[in-house]
C-alpha cells in the first residue's frame, strides 16, 4: 500500500515552477516526432528480412500495444499533468519504490540514448565530411542542444516542431509516392501487384517473432509528450488532444510505410537492410539523390530524438528529485528551467560516447544491453498504475477523466498480458535474452534501493 506521501503532489510537480512556454502546436508534433526516428527509416529493415511481408502484421500488433499504451498514460497524465509522467503515476498508485525505479531507469535509457543519438548523427556527417572526427561533430551536437534546452522551454519546441515537421513531411511525401508507385500512375514504374507479397511469412513464426521484437522497440518515444505536457499553457487539454490524434496518425505512418515497402520491393532484397527500407525503395522508383536527401532525414531524425531526450532526462530527473528521490541540486531551477538537470544527462550522454570509443565491447555494450528492455518496464508500469488509479480518479475526482482508457479494465490486462507475451519472446532470443535479464538486473536494484528509500522516509 502506498504511504501517505505518495498521495501528495508539490506545488512544483504540478507545474507552478516550471515555465509554461508550449503551446498546443508544439505538443501534437513532440506527439509524432517522438517515436519517428531512425529505428523507423534506416532500422526497420532488419525486421523485414526477417519477417518478409509480414512485418505489417508484426507493426500493427505492436501499434494496438502501443495505442493501449498512450490511451492508459494519456488518461493519468491528463488527470493529473507531471513532468514525472509515468514515474509520479507509478509512485501515486504503487508506492514511491515504484516512481523511483520506474524513473531513475528511463532516466539512464533516455541519457544512453542521447549518445547513441549523437554517434549515429556524427557517423553520417562524417559519412559527408570524412577528415573530421566522428567525436567532434557529436561535441559540436551536444552543445548546440545544451543551449536549447537551458534557455526557456519555448525553444526546445520550437527545435522539435520544425524537426517533427520535416520528418512527417518526408514520410507523407514517402506514402504518396510509394501509393502512386503501386496504382502504376508513375511513369517508368510498373505495378508491382501482389507479386512481392506471395511469401507472406518466409521464415514462418519465428520470423513474425523477431519482426514484432523489432517493431515494438522502434515505437518508444511517446512518453515525451506527457512529460511536456506539464509545461504547456494547458496542460490537461494539451495531453488529450496531442495522444488523441497522435495514435492513429503514427500508426498509419509505420504500418503504412511496411506496406509500401514490402508491396513494392521483394522482402529479401539486399538493398532493404544494406540502405535502408526508405532509401531502397526510393531508388528502385528511381527517384534522383534519394539516398543523400533521406541522408538528411536521418540525420533530422537522429537531431530531433537527441534533443527530445536531453528535455526528458532533465524533466524526469528534476521530478524525481522534487519528489525527494534524488540529489537535491538537480532540482534548482533557473528561469523555470532545471539547467543542473540539464547539464548532467547532457554530461552522461558524452560519457556514454567516450566509452563507445574507449570500451566498445566492455562498459558500452553493458551499457546497451541494460537498456535494452527499459521501454518494456516502463509500459508495465503504466498499465499497473493505470489500474490501481483508475477507480481512486472515479471515487475521488471523476471530473478529471478528460481521457479515458478503452473497454476498462479489460483492455488493460490485454496491454499487461501483451507486454507478458514480449518478455517471453525476448527470453527465448539469444540476442534479447541477455538484454532483459540485464534490464531485470537492474529494474530489481532500484527497486530496491526505492524500497529501502521508502522505509528510511517512513521511519522519520
Given at each position: 500500500?502506498?504511504?501517505?506521501?505518495?498521495?501528495?503532489?508539490?506545488?512544483?510537480?504540478?507545474?507552478?515552477?516550471?515555465?509554461?512556454?508550449?503551446?498546443?502546436?508544439h505538443?501534437?508534433?513532440?506527439?509524432?516526432?517522438g517515436?519517428?526516428?531512425?529505428?523507423?527509416?534506416?532500422?526497420?529493415?532488419?525486421?523485414?528480412?526477417?519477417?518478409?511481408?509480414?512485418?505489417?502484421?508484426?507493426?500493427?500488433?505492436?501499434?494496438?500495444?502501443?495505442?493501449?499504451v498512450?490511451?492508459?498514460?494519456?488518461?493519468?497524465?491528463?488527470?493529473?499533468?507531471?513532468?514525472?509522467?509515468?514515474?509520479?503515476?507509478?509512485?501515486r498508485?504503487?508506492?514511491?519504490?515504484?516512481?523511483?525505479?520506474?524513473g531513475?531507469?528511463?532516466?539512464?535509457?533516455?541519457?544512453?540514448?542521447?549518445?547513441?543519438?549523437?554517434?549515429?548523427?556524427?557517423?553520417?556527417?562524417?559519412?559527408?565530411?570524412?577528415?573530421?572526427?566522428?567525436?567532434?561533430?557529436?561535441?559540436?551536437?551536444?552543445?548546440?542542444?545544451?543551449?536549447?534546452?537551458?534557455?526557456?522551454?519555448?525553444?526546445?519546441?520550437?527545435?522539435?516542431?520544425?524537426?517533427?515537421?520535416?520528418?512527417?513531411?518526408?514520410?507523407?511525401?514517402?506514402?504518396?509516392?510509394?501509393?502512386?508507385?503501386?496504382?502504376?500512375?508513375?511513369p517508368?514504374?510498373?505495378?508491382?501487384?501482389?507479386?512481392n507479397?506471395?511469401?507472406?511469412?518466409?521464415?514462418?513464426?519465428?520470423?513474425?517473432?523477431?519482426?514484432?521484437?523489432?517493431?515494438?522497440?522502434?515505437?518508444g518515444?511517446?512518453?515525451?509528450?506527457?512529460i511536456?505536457?506539464?509545461?504547456?499553457?494547458?496542460?490537461?487539454?494539451?495531453?488529450?488532444?496531442?495522444?488523441?490524434?497522435?495514435?492513429?496518425?503514427?500508426?498509419?505512418?509505420?504500418?503504412?510505410?511496411?506496406?509500401?515497402?514490402?508491396?513494392?520491393?521483394?522482402?529479401?532484397?539486399?538493398?532493404?537492410?544494406?540502405?535502408?527500407?526508405?532509401?531502397?525503395?526510393?531508388?528502385?522508383?528511381?527517384?534522383?539523390?534519394?539516398?543523400?536527401?533521406?541522408?538528411?532525414?536521418?540525420?533530422?531524425?537522429?537531431?530531433?530524438?537527441?534533443?527530445?531526450?536531453?528535455y526528458?532526462?532533465?524533466?524526469?530527473?528534476?521530478?524525481?528529485?522534487?519528489?525527494?528521490?534524488?540529489?537535491?541540486?538537480?532540482?534548482?531551477?533557473?528561469?523555470?528551467?532545471?539547467?543542473?538537470a540539464?547539464?548532467?544527462?547532457?554530461?552522461?550522454?558524452?560519457?556514454?560516447?567516450?566509452?563507445?570509443?574507449?570500451?566498445?565491447?566492455?562498459?558500452?555494450?553493458?551499457?546497451?544491453?541494460?537498456?535494452?528492455?527499459?521501454?518494456?518496464?516502463?509500459?508495465?508500469?503504466i498499465?499497473?498504475?493505470?489500474?490501481?488509479?483508475?477507480?481512486?480518479?472515479?471515487?475521488?475526482?471523476?471530473?478529471?477523466?478528460?481521457?479515458?482508457?478503452?473497454?476498462?479494465?479489460?483492455?488493460?490486462?490485454?496491454?499487461?498480458?501483451?507486454?507478458?507475451?514480449?518478455?517471453?519472446?525476448?527470453?527465448r532470443?539469444?540476442?534479447?535474452?541477455?538484454?532483459?535479464?540485464?534490464?531485470?538486473?537492474m529494474?530489481?536494484?532500484?527497486?530496491?534501493?526505492?524500497?529501502?528509500?521508502?522505509?528510511?522516509?517512513?521511519?522519520?
Amino acid at each position: 500500500m502506498p504511504s501517505s506521501t505518495s498521495t501528495q503532489t508539490p506545488p512544483q510537480e504540478q507545474g507552478a515552477s516550471l515555465s509554461h512556454g508550449l503551446k498546443q502546436r508544439h505538443l501534437s508534433m513532440i506527439a509524432l516526432g517522438g517515436v519517428i526516428g531512425a529505428g523507423l527509416f534506416v532500422g526497420s529493415g532488419a525486421g523485414i528480412a526477417a519477417a518478409g511481408p509480414s512485418i505489417v502484421v508484426a507493426y500493427a500488433l505492436s501499434g494496438l500495444l502501443v495505442m493501449l499504451v498512450m490511451r492508459m498514460l494519456g488518461e493519468m497524465s491528463a488527470a493529473y499533468p507531471s513532468s514525472g509522467s509515468f514515474s509520479a503515476h507509478a509512485e501515486r498508485a504503487i508506492g514511491p519504490w515504484a516512481g523511483f525505479a520506474a524513473g531513475w531507469s528511463f532516466w539512464v535509457l533516455l541519457c544512453t540514448a542521447v549518445g547513441l543519438e549523437g554517434i549515429g548523427a556524427a557517423n553520417i556527417v562524417h559519412g559527408w565530411l570524412p577528415g573530421t572526427p566522428t567525436w567532434a561533430w557529436v561535441a559540436l551536437f551536444m552543445v548546440v542542444f545544451l543551449g536549447t534546452n537551458l534557455t526557456a522551454v519555448k525553444n526546445f519546441g520550437e527545435f522539435e516542431f520544425w524537426f517533427a515537421a520535416l520528418k512527417v513531411g518526408a514520410i507523407s511525401l514517402f506514402l504518396i509516392l510509394g501509393v502512386l508507385a503501386i496504382a502504376g500512375v508513375l511513369p517508368s514504374t510498373p505495378a508491382p501487384g501482389t507479386s512481392n507479397l506471395t511469401d507472406f511469412m518466409p521464415h514462418g513464426s519465428q520470423g513474425l517473432l523477431v519482426g514484432l521484437l523489432a517493431s515494438v522497440f522502434a515505437y518508444g518515444g511517446l512518453e515525451t509528450v506527457t512529460i511536456a505536457a506539464a509545461e504547456s499553457e494547458n496542460p490537461v487539454q494539451g495531453v488529450a488532444s496531442a495522444v488523441r490524434t497522435a495514435m492513429w496518425r503514427i500508426a498509419l505512418f509505420y504500418i503504412g510505410s511496411m506496406a509500401v515497402v514490402v508491396t513494392l520491393l521483394p522482402w529479401d532484397s539486399a538493398e532493404v537492410v544494406a540502405k535502408g527500407p526508405y532509401v531502397a525503395t526510393l531508388d528502385h522508383l528511381g527517384i534522383p539523390g534519394a539516398g543523400q536527401v533521406m541522408n538528411v532525414v536521418v540525420l533530422v531524425a537522429l537531431l530531433s530524438a537527441m534533443n527530445a531526450n536531453i528535455y526528458g532526462s532533465s524533466r524526469i530527473a528534476y521530478s524525481l528529485v522534487e519528489r525527494g528521490q534524488g540529489p537535491k541540486a538537480l532540482a534548482k531551477l533557473s528561469g523555470g528551467v532545471p539547467r543542473i538537470a540539464v547539464l548532467t544527462s547532457c554530461v552522461l550522454g558524452f560519457v556514454c560516447v567516450l566509452f563507445s570509443y574507449w570500451s566498445p565491447n566492455g562498459v558500452f555494450k553493458w551499457l546497451l544491453n541494460m537498456i535494452g528492455a527499459v521501454i518494456l518496464v516502463v509500459w508495465i508500469f503504466i498499465a499497473v498504475s493505470q489500474l490501481l488509479l483508475r477507480r481512486r480518479i472515479e471515487r475521488e475526482a471523476p471530473e478529471k477523466l478528460v481521457v479515458r482508457m478503452w473497454l476498462f479494465p479489460w483492455l488493460t490486462w490485454v496491454a499487461l498480458a501483451g507486454m507478458a507475451a514480449i518478455f517471453v519472446l525476448m527470453a527465448r532470443q539469444p540476442d534479447t535474452r541477455v538484454q532483459l535479464y540485464s534490464t531485470g538486473a537492474m529494474t530489481l536494484f532500484l527497486a530496491a534501493v526505492g524500497y529501502a528509500w521508502q522505509r528510511a522516509r517512513a521511519r522519520r
